[in-house]
């Protein structure tokens, strides 16, 4: 009896059973790959608004157009007070004057009785002189009485234009507070849609989920710090707002901003996160 | 599990290391399974041959035409193995001893042992060779597969690092890849280890068969040498 050696013969079936092995798994993965049916999960439907970046400028050049025509108008209105008040000013003084006339005139009738009294009525004298003091009394007192009277009106007037003014000022002020107000809205409304651009949907996220978040940027748009306000009470959401504003990094639509405008409104921002989008 | 996600894609796009480490897996699988084959003709032709010679052995047959019997073989080239090229070891031993004459019966059954020992380990070498490279490879092969499954993981994690949104879809082909590693190193061990515990139990009773033959046989010369004392 022999040992059989048999070294080639067991090379040959090794490698032949390698071999089968491998034909095995590549046809059995053809086969999976062909059978699976791909069963994609229910994609989140992104519903971007497309805020038209034309359309956003010529409403701002409309709004600019509108507050010079009224600045225009407000123009206008002031130079015809004006013109009322200057013409009010040059009656009253004309009145003043032919007030004065008259008294003068009055003076020398007086006068002039006075002299002919003296000629004839020595003893109408005394009299003429009280009425002519009397009258001169009068006069002084009508005169006093009018002075009162000018300073009195002119003491309302400028009461009046002074509230005219402050009126203005104040509508002045309401018209650029709107339109801060909306350059606010329409910066704001960017800073969201980009934020909603870099975030990530949790699952956990709901429709009707808020989260306020404080951004702290830079006039060149970079955020510096993010911080959560008021949670949505959903921890892996107030998570994915933070996230999404610390990707976005810089809003560079934000650098042309001016700068008194930014100050008062971006340089710590409240963004009240709420995507719009989600399906449940 | 997706479209593009394949056993064999993932193979062929697996980097570098991972792709070094599936190559010597697979080298030590195929070798290990020559070896098994081998070991297992190797085998069951030992047992084969002696179970065929016990029964010529213990048939009543003189001992010096069994041991003719087997010459031709020898001088044909052929290997004798196993138990009876134990027993023709220790019978050409005694032949040769005893036709020297003048030797003392102790010193010739001496001898035939001697023979007969040097013929049995030789056998036991000849069974045994091989069995440490399978379990060499049932030890070791898990470890292998489980480094390439490391440094695939780290890769994966590593590429992992750059992106950012970190999703499932990213992490899993690396992993998977990584995976087939170990997959690939347990494929290579659990028949390494099988065989090799197998074949050892069987190469132990194979031994012990020779052992107990040669005590048997060196008793019968004991009987023959002490039996005739004229010579």
């Known amino acids: 009896m022999t040992v059989f050696n048999g070294y080639p013969l067991s090379i040959v079936l090794a490698v032949l059973l390698h071999g089968s092995v491998l034909v095995a798994l590549f046809f059995f993965q053809q086969a999976d790959t062909e059978v699976i049916d791909i069963v994609r999960p229910p994609a989140v439907k992104a519903l971007l608004v497309n805020e038209n970046p034309q359309a956003r400028n010529e409403r701002v050049l409309q709004q600019r157009q509108a507050q010079q025509e009224r600045q ?13 008040r200057q013409e009010e000013q040059r009656r009253e003084q004309e009145q003043q004057a032919s ?47 009018e002075l009162v009277a000018e300073q009195e009106r002119q003491r309302q007037e400028q009461a ?45 996220a709901r429709n009707g989920m808020v989260v306020v978040l404080r951004i702290r940027m830079v006039p060149t748009g970079d955020v510096l710090d993010v911080e959560i306000v008021q949670s949505s009470g959903d921890f892996a959401f107030d998570r994915a707002a933070e996230s999404a504003v610390l990707k976005v990094n810089r809003f560079t ?21 709420r995507p719009q989008d989600l399906l449940n | 599990m997706g479209e593009s996600i394949n056993v064999w894609g993932l193979i062929l796009e697996a980097t570098v290391p991972v792709q070094l480490v599936m190559l010597i897996l697979l080298t030590a699988s195929v070798v290990s399974w020559v070896m098994i084959i081998q070991r297992w003709l190797v085998l069951t032709a030992a047992v084969r041959g002696m179970v065929g010679f016990e029964k010529r052995f213990w048939s009543g047959m003189d001992l010096s035409q069994l041991f003719r019997e087997g010459s031709p073989q020898q001088k044909e080239n052929a290997q004798v193995g196993g138990m009876e090229s134990i027993f023709r070891a220790g019978f050409k031993e005694f032949m040769r001893l005893r036709q020297q004459g003048g030797i003392e019966s102790d010193a010739v059954m001496g001898g035939a042992q001697r023979a007969m020992r040097v013929a049995y380990s030789r056998e036991e070498e000849k069974l045994e060779k091989n069995l440490t490279f399978l379990a060499t490879v049932g030890s070791v092969t898990p470890y292998i597969g489980l480094f390439g499954t490391v440094v695939g993981i780290m890769n994966s994690f590593i590429s992992l690092a750059s992106q950012s949104q970190a999703s499932l879809q990213v ?31 069987r190469v132990e009773s194979l031994t012990n068969n020779y052992l107990t033959f040669i005590d048997e046989f060196a008793s019968i010369l004991h009987r023959q040498v002490y039996s005739s004392p004229n010579k």
């Not at chain 1, 003068?104 to 009425?131: C, D, G, S, T, Y």
């Not at chain 1, 509508?171 to 329409?186: H, I, K, N, Q, S």
Request: proline content about 3%; overall charge negative.
């Open chain 1, 99 to 145: 007030e004065q006339r008259q008294q003068e005139q009055e003076r020398l009738q007086a006068e002039q009785q006075r002299v002919a009294q003296e000629k004839r009525q020595r003893e109408q004298q005394r009299e003429a002189e009280q009425q002519r003091t009397q009258q001169q009394r009068e006069a002084e007192q009508q005169r006093q009485r």
């Open chain 2, 171 to 201: 992490v899993a082909p690396g992993i998977a890849e990584a995976l087939i590693a170990t997959a690939m190193g347990l494929f290579a061990a659990i028949p390494a280890v099988v065989a090799y515990n197998r074949y050892s139990s």
């Open chain 1, 72 to 84: 225009e108008r407000k123009r206008q209105e002031d130079a015809q007070a004006e013109r009322q």
């Open chain 1, 253 to 273: 639509e934000l650098q042309g901003m001016d700068r008194r405008l930014f100050d008062r409104n971006f340089r710590t921002f409240l963004l009240t996160f």
């Open chain 1, 160 to 204: 009046q234009a002074q509230a005219q003014a402050r009126a203005q000022q104040e509508a002045d002020a309401r018209e650029l507070a709107e339109t801060e107000v909306e350059l606010v809205m329409a910066y704001s409304a960017v800073i969201h849609d980009l934020v909603q651009q870099y975030w990530s949907r949790p699952p956990s």
